[in-house]
């Protein structure tokens, strides 16, 4: 099974900041990584899918980067709606996902 | 859209059936899934099932436990739910697989304890 591991488990930021959460796979998924954003009490919503494609509707704001077993999803000025939780999951051989990463407010 | 149904209290051992109803898109040319969420955790895949119900996947912890199925002529996603633990309990979601997961349910709630 492939493992997927988020980095940080918690991040503490503002609004305005740029923020990075990594995603690592345990082999090599090249490109078939998906992040999900997920607030309290709702369904995970699809931000990015192959790694880097933008999902229609999603601010362009965020922004996926990697292949092979590196990924990061980028947020280039946090806005008050973006504090959740992010998770990345691998469909390249099977179906898991990260344990998640909270985003709150500093 | 996708609206889960079923979900509640059972005792372990128990059973439970979820249904995830289907609407304003061609369910029947999907692949569709089933994940759930403890609380306050991560998300973990459940099961797979193909456009026309033939082709089925299961994650281990479920196998032989959990069915999934579908009605396309209802437009309803099914996880039969057999031999229930406590460590079932959590929110599950139905899924559409088309660029990864991307439309999901608003979640039913399972709890099994006695």
């Known amino acids: 099974d492939i493992q997927m591991t988020q980095s940080p488990s918690t991040l503490s930021a503002s609004v305005g900041d740029r923020v990075t959460i990594t995603c690592r796979a345990s082999?090599?998924?090249?490109?078939?990584l998906a992040w999900y954003q997920q607030k309290p009490g709702e369904a995970p919503k699809l931000l990015i899918y192959?790694?880097?494609t933008l999902e229609g509707g999603v601010p362009s704001r965020f922004s996926g980067s990697g292949s092979g077993t590196d990924f990061t999803l980028t947020i280039s000025s946090l806005q008050p709606d973006d504090f959740a939780s992010y998770h990345c999951?691998?469909?390249?051989?099977?179906?898991?996902f990260g344990q998640g990463t909270k985003l709150e407010i500093k | 859209q996708l609206v889960e149904s079923g979900g509640g209290l059972v005792q372990p051992g128990g059973s439970l059936r979820l249904s995830c109803a289907a609407s304003?898109?061609?369910?029947?040319?999907?692949?569709m899934h089933w994940v759930r969420q403890v609380p306050g955790k991560g998300l973990v895949w459940v099961s797979r099932?193909?456009?026309?119900?033939?082709?089925?996947s299961y994650a281990d912890f479920v196998k032989g436990r959990f069915t999934i199925s579908r009605d396309n002529a209802r437009n309803i996603l099914y996880l039969q739910m057999d031999s229930l633990r406590a460590e079932d309990t959590a929110v599950y979601y139905c899924?559409?697989?088309?660029?990864?997961?991307?439309?999901w349910g608003q979640g039913t709630m399972v709890t099994v304890s006695s």
């Open positions: 899924a559409r697989y088309y660029d990864a997961f991307d439309l």
């Open positions: 304003e898109f061609s369910f029947r040319t999907f692949y």
């Open positions: 099932i193909s456009d026309d119900g033939t082709d089925k």
């Open positions: 082999q090599n998924i090249h490109d078939w």
């Open positions: 192959k790694a880097s």
């Open positions: 999951q691998q469909y390249d051989t099977g179906f898991s």
